[in-house]
């Protein structure tokens, strides 16, 4: 089955600064790739998704890239604000066969400081 | 407001009680899950249902038995409950095909005494 790494578990900028969290994942066939904050509280939130047939898409601040060959996927946070701070997770799956039983990675805990 | 939403939002039980916690979704989504985040914050999917269909099911001890009456709501209850299942139970919901990811509940924390 998937197994999703990812890296580093906590990490603190300084609020301007760029964010960027690394995710490996196991299973070729997986083809969509979320990524979820969660706030302290609060059930986790998608903020940002990408297919297999797609390398980089970029929503305001936040961007994620994937490279397929290497099963690799990051997520890119420029301009970081203190409303940054929460747990991020990463999530692969494959949409097709399996059931949409999404996988995801142990979390990041983002400190973003004033 | 459209939403997932679960009750109760907090649950204090003693060891070999039996409780139930329910989820509904207005959002017309086809498929519901339950996943349990523990103290480190993992999530862990635990079962999925897809128009009323069990259709994931994880290994997860059979005291732990999800209900589905309907596409818009799926219940879960627990049989005699272990400190161990002291956990943060989250309730989700998407279109078959993850069209637009999960929308997640704001979760259960079960605290077993």
């Known amino acids: 089955g998937e197994n999703v790494e990812q890296h580093p578990s906590t990490l603190s900028v300084q609020e301007g600064d760029s964010a960027v969290i690394k995710c490996t994942y196991s299973d070729s066939a997986s083809n969509y790739f979320p990524w979820y904050k969660q706030e302290l509280g609060k059930g986790p939130q998608l903020i940002i998704d990408?297919?297999?047939?797609?390398g980089e898409k970029k929503d305001q601040r936040i961007a994620v890239t994937l490279n397929k060959t290497a099963k690799h996927f990051s997520l890119h946070i420029t301009e970081t604000q203190p409303e940054d701070s929460a747990v991020y997770f990463c999530?692969?799956?494959?949409?097709?066969?399996?059931?949409?039983?999404?996988?995801f990675g142990p979390g990041t805990s983002l400190s973003v400081i004033p | 407001d459209t939403a997932v939403s679960q009750t109760p939002k907090y649950l204090v039980t003693q060891m070999g009680n039996d409780k139930s916690i329910k989820c509904e979704q207005n959002?017309?989504?086809?498929?519901m899950y339950w996943y349990k985040q523990d103290s480190k914050k993992f999530l862990k999917i635990m079962f999925s249902?897809?128009?009323?269909?069990?259709?994931i099911n994880e290994t997860v001890p059979n005291r732990f038995s999800p209900k589905s009456p309907d596409k818009a709501h799926l219940n879960l209850h627990i049989n005699s409950l272990e400190l161990g299942d002291s956990a943060v139970y989250f309730c989700?919901?998407?279109?078959?095909?993850?069209?637009?990811?999960?929308?997640f509940g704001s979760g259960t924390r079960l605290t077993v005494v």
């Open positions: 989700a919901s998407s279109h078959r095909g993850q069209i637009y990811g999960y929308t």
């Open positions: 959002l017309g989504h086809d498929t």
């Open positions: 999530a692969a799956t494959d949409v097709e066969t399996s059931y949409d039983k999404v996988i």
């Open positions: 990408i297919r297999s047939n797609v």
């Open positions: 249902y897809n128009n009323k269909e069990l259709i």
